[in-house]
């Protein structure tokens, strides 16, 4: 758990800064700066005015029950999920209002008013109903972005029954895993998606994950793409044929506040992914309460994040946040370069999106195609931006202000992670200056820090480990069914067991800016997807040709970092090798497609080097810094723990001339 130094140097020089434009403040949602001083004050008050936000059948007891590191929010309180983001927009002006304007990659585009949403969702929940779904019953969503992925959201969450997404992008086996590890009853797919004008076959792969997920019964089907797909008699059903004639509106679920409405897998430090567990109302004040405060959301905005469902940033800020807040929501199914290099600029202008907020590896493609695309585009509707899964290097921050912004827009930097639920360090745009490269501050009621490995601050300008100081209302409640895993990945890190570790590195600058440094730990960010080190290895080491691996993370100019991976073969493959039978070529592809195959293209390794031995401690520990100095062409970094130097020397020379 190291702080990379160069990082630290780079991100001192900084020293850029743009205040809040008068204008924008004046019509900003908030203005005034007392705000963190009163949060801070009394957390729990400003978070209970936050929860007001929402309608409560019933109204908590007590606004917070912290046993570290458990936490309840809004004890007692009761209120729907689906009822606040849907029904109680009919009873204002909003019913006509646009809730989703979808667009499909090969251009079909659908709006949704909240009135459409509520009699689509409230037919989504009645066929779940008849399908069998009961409260508390586990649901997997395996679907494209498209509309209907918010709307079996929220389907789910009106009946009671937590969700678990699974990203299009994940494969049959990694869809298999994380069904069977939420024990999920029912599976909602779709025949397939769109994506650069093929189709992504959501339905094959789900067949191929269910011959090993006993848990599932049922199968719901939606139709996008059309092509044949096989039906299985008796578990699956297509959504078109069992809505026909369901009834429009019904009751939702009275849910406790502590209820689960979710569960998200991410990577975490072990090959097996976590199960993320949120519940209702705590996390529902979060997301409500962020996205109005740091997108400065009004009535009249079309807000867009690029997010795919399948993330917790789909989660918070395309279905929950925005939604509860009554606002527009965009969701396009496709790539950002189909069929050209302006596609996210075109909806931009069609829909005349105001709040656009996306990801710094987009941003760092949008680069290099070449600012002509955004600039034969009107743009003129936006007025404000944000960016989110990783730091955004100061470059690619002023590119965007320059080009996409026009210089006019604000930028919100939004750190946050599928275990906060919400965005917990960004500027407020009406008064809080941005630093290109700095998250900047936390939000109101948050309370961050940055620690040494004993858990004391350390000095400003200094690097360490970021950690959050105080319970917050959309906190991850536990990883599903694994207490002590919580306990131990999240608490236990540092002594006390009452300060949330990150993961991440950072350091706070002279104005008490956060400057994030990336993750410390073994957890790696590709394109701002979270992978971790250990899931990669265990693919690769699931080969009947691989003895041993180590994946790392490599800078990378577009994703941030890449994956690449050191492998040592079996003795009889490795002799394959050797005498020629077979080239590095078919060796690496091979590797390469299977690791497709477990995760998903998303893991797919940049590179795959094969070499005889890896560079170990006497102990036998694999140590992954010297591999990554040996990737990113530095010099060997300290040694002398190493049981053979002369390995990673020899490694290091090989390497570099790709032998
Ligand atoms: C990790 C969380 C939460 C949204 C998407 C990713 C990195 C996220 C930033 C930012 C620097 C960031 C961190 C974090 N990260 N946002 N603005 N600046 N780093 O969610 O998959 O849970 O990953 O993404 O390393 O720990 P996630």
Redesign the pocket.
């Known amino acids: 758990m190291a702080v990379k130094k160069e990082t630290i140097e780079t991100l001192l020089e900084e020293s850029r800064i743009f205040h809040p434009d008068e204008q924008f403040t004046r019509q900003a949602n908030v203005k005034n700066r007392d705000i963190y001083a009163e949060a801070r004050a009394n957390p729990r008050i400003f978070w209970a005015m936050q929860a007001e936000r929402l309608d409560w059948y019933r109204k908590w007891d007590q606004v917070l029950d912290w046993e570290p590191p458990f936490a309840k929010w809004f004890v007692n309180g009761k209120l729907n999920a689906c009822y606040n983001c849907v029904d109680r927009h009919l009873n204002t002006w909003r019913k006509n209002k646009a809730a989703i304007i979808f667009e499909g990659e090969p251009g079909d585009s659908r709006i949704l008013t909240y009135w459409d949403l509520w009699r689509e969702v409230t037919q989504f929940a009645n066929v779940l109903r008849m399908l069998g779904v009961r409260k508390g019953d586990r649901v997997a969503i395996y679907l494209p972005m498209i509309a209907e992925a918010a709307i079996a959201m929220l389907a789910c969450a009106r009946i009671g029954a937590p969700h678990s997404v699974v990203f299009g992008g994940f494969s049959a086996e990694a869809l298999r895993d994380r069904i069977n590890d939420a024990g999920a009853k029912l599976l909602i797919t779709a025949d397939g998606g769109w994506r650069r004008g093929k189709i992504v076959p959501l339905k094959r792969n789900a067949d191929a994950a269910l011959t090993e997920c006993p848990s599932v019964d049922k199968v719901l089907v939606v139709k996008r793409t059309g092509q044949e797909v096989p039906m299985q008699d008796g578990r699956d059903y297509w959504y078109d044929n069992l809505v026909v004639g369901v009834t429009v509106g019904g009751p939702c679920e009275e849910m406790d506040s502590e209820d689960m409405l979710f569960i998200l897998y991410?990577?975490g430090t072990t090959g097996k992914p976590k199960g993320v567990v949120h519940t209702t109302g705590g996390y529902l004040t979060g997301v409500s309460t962020t996205h109005h405060m740091v997108f400065d959301i009004k009535d009249r905005d079309v807000y867009w994040c690029t997010?795919d469902v399948g993330?917790?940033?789909g989660h918070s800020y395309v279905v929950y946040g925005p939604l509860a807040n009554g606002a527009t929501t965009v969701i396009y199914e496709g790539a950002p370069d189909f069929p050209e290099f302006d596609r996210f600029w075109a909806i931009i202008e069609r829909y005349g999106v105001n709040v656009f907020y996306t990801?710094?590896t987009a941003i760092r493609a949008f680069m290099k195609w070449g600012e002509e695309w955004p600039a034969r585009r009107d743009l003129s509707s936006l007025r404000l931006l944000g960016?989110?899964?990783?730091?955004?290097n100061p470059e690619a921050w002023i590119w965007y202000h320059k080009h996409i912004g026009s210089e006019r827009c604000p930028i919100v930097?939004?750190?946050?992670?599928?275990?906060?639920g919400m965005i917990m360090?960004?500027a407020l745009p009406g008064i809080i200056s941005t630093k290109p490269g700095s998250?900047s501050v936390p939000l109101p009621g948050v309370e961050i820090d940055v620690v040494d490995k004993e858990g004391n601050s350390v000095m400003l300008g200094k690097g360490g480990f970021l950690v959050i100081k105080e319970p917050w209302p959309a906190m991850l409640r536990t990883i599903y069914g694994d207490n002590e895993r919580y306990v131990r990945e999240y608490w236990g890190k540092i002594p006390g067991h009452t300060l949330y570790f990150?993961?991440?590195g950072a350091r706070r600058d002279y104005h008490n800016y956060f400057w994030?440094l990336?993750?410390v730990d073994d957890?790696i960010?590709v394109a701002?997807?979270?992978l971790s080190t250990m899931e990669i290895e265990s693919a690769l080491v699931d080969h009947p040709w691989v003895a041993e691996s180590a994946a790392i993370g490599k800078a990378h100019d577009l994703k941030g970092q890449a994956i690449s991976v050191f492998v040592t073969l079996k003795g009889k493959y490795f002799k394959e090798l050797k005498d020629g039978s077979k080239t590095r070529a078919e060796f690496t592809s091979e590797l390469k497609a299977h690791v497709v195959k477990k995760i998903g293209a998303i893991a797919r390794p940049d590179d795959i080097f094969l070499t005889a031995e890896l560079p170990k401690t006497r102990s036998g520990k694999i140590m992954r810094r010297l591999l990554r100095d040996i990737a990113e062409g530095r010099a060997l970094g300290d040694t002398t723990t190493l049981a053979d130097p002369a390995v990673c020397r020899e490694l290091k020379e090989k390497y570099e001339s790709k032998e």
């Open positions: 991410t990577s997010a993330w917790v940033t990801a710094p960016t989110v899964g990783e730091p955004i930097d939004t750190w946050w992670q599928t275990e906060t360090i960004s998250a990150s993961g991440d994030i990336g993750r957890v960010n701002g997807h979270r």
